[in-house]
């Protein structure tokens, strides 16, 4: 059985947690690194790493990447910003290691990816506007 302190101890990592999560969400665009969130958060970065994967079961590294890979791929489905200016905005110092990081979590190339999405776009239109002129006749 837990002890009451142990029971308290967890739930103040998972507050904490959930406070550097919080705070990866509002800020990923800016050069976040651990050493800036151990700062912010007064924890040292030993702790926060150990903690912050016990929790959410990513490194802290890991779900900066995913968080930003997801807002990445939602400027990815219109024609722009280009790749670079997008790099730039999430807080990547350089288009190629974004790229890279991207292909790793979404299994594909930022250009790829919106080729694909704006193709599938484009047919879901062209069918949407077929059936459209299906039904009114």
């Known amino acids: 059985f837990a002890t009451p302190?142990?029971?308290?101890?967890?739930?103040?990592?998972?507050?904490?947690i959930n406070e550097v999560v919080a705070y990866i969400n509002d800020y990923?665009?800016?050069n976040l690194t651990l050493d800036r969130l151990a700062d912010v958060f007064f924890i040292s970065k030993s702790y926060l790493s150990r903690i912050f994967k016990?929790?959410?079961?990513?490194t802290?590294?890991?779900?900066?990447n995913i968080r930003r890979i997801m807002k990445a791929k939602q400027l990815l489905s219109t024609p722009e910003p280009n790749v670079t200016a997008i790099s730039e905005m999430l807080g990547?110092?350089?288009?190629s290691y974004f790229?890279?990081?991207f292909k790793k979590y979404a299994h594909t190339t930022p250009l790829r990816f919106r080729r694909q999405?704006?193709?599938d776009k484009k047919q879901l239109t062209e069918r949407m506007g077929q059936s459209i002129i299906t039904n009114k006749c």
């Open 117 to 119: 999405v704006l193709e």
């Open 92 to 95: 990547y110092e350089n288009v």
């Open 28 to 30: 990923f665009s800016d």
């Open 99 to 101: 790229e890279r990081v």
């Open 5 to 16: 302190d142990a029971i308290r101890k967890d739930v103040t990592e998972n507050e904490k």
């Open 54 to 58: 016990e929790v959410t079961g990513f």
């Open 60 to 64: 802290v590294n890991e779900y900066l």
